[in-house]
């Protein structure tokens, strides 16, 4: 079987950090992946950032994975925290993917939701497809990232319905 038409890159053979960078998100926007808000409260306050990068990583102890920027507002918050709740979006959430994905000041990103608290006192949010509540138990820094290794501590399951789902650079709804 042959593969429609495609283009190979090798990045050994990219010298420019800035190409390199390109050609590494243009592949990964071919990489779909569910949306969430991941939120936090605590001393370092309360705030939230859309996020995609986020994966499960054992169910002994449940843990996820979630990958921060560290040039995000949210950092110092998120870190000084050490609590965090990612709520995976339906497919009605892309405004709010939108607000938390900016550069919106942190109270207007709550303002249009409604959010209680599971176990740790991170925002949950009431409509998420699913809600996992989380202690974030080590760090690893890779490149311009921390990943956060987050033990899950609650989880709510809310609502049936479509997923939003992030696929070349855009939104999508996906049914179960
Ligand atoms: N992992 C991350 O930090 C992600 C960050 N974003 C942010 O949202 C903005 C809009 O995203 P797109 O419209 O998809 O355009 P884009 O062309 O900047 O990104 C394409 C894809 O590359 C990956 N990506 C983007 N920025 C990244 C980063 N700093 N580190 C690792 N992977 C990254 C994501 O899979 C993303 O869907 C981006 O400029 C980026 O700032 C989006 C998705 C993931
Ligand atoms: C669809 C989407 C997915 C994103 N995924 C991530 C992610 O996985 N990790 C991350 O650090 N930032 C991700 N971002 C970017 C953050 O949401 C954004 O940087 C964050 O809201 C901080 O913005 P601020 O510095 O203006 O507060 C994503 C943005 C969008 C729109």
Same mark, same amino acid.
């Given at each position: 079987?042959?593969?429609?038409? #495609?283009?190979?890159? &090798?990045? #050994? ?7 390199? @960078? ?36 054992? &169910? &002994? ?8 920027? @560290? #040039?995000? #507002? ?52 009431? &409509? ?22 987050? @033990? ?16 070349? @650079? ?7």
């Amino acid at each position: 079987m042959t593969l429609a038409a #495609s283009s190979r890159t &090798d990045f #050994s053979e990219i010298t420019d950090n800035d190409t390199r @960078r390109a050609l590494f998100r243009g592949a990964m926007a071919k990489l779909g992946a569910a949306v969430n808000i991941i939120t936090t409260d605590g001393p370092g306050g309360r705030t939230g950032f859309a996020a995609t990068a986020v994966c499960s990583v054992t &169910d &002994d102890p449940p843990t996820l994975l979630v990958c921060l920027n @560290r #040039s995000a #507002s949210v950092y110092d918050a998120v870190t000084t925290n050490k609590v965090l709740c990612v709520n995976t979006l339906n497919a009605g959430h892309q405004p709010l993917s939108h607000l938390f994905g900016g550069k919106t000041p942190a109270a207007e990103r709550f303002a249009t939701a409604d959010w209680s608290v599971l176990t740790t006192g991170a925002p949950a949010l009431d &409509d998420a497809l699913v809600s996992f509540d989380c202690v974030i138990e080590n760090t690893v820094s890779q490149g311009t990232h921390d990943v956060l290794f987050c @033990r899950v501590v609650s989880t709510a399951t809310r609502t049936e319905g479509q997923a939003l789902f992030y696929f070349d @650079r855009a939104y999508h709804a996906v049914s179960g």
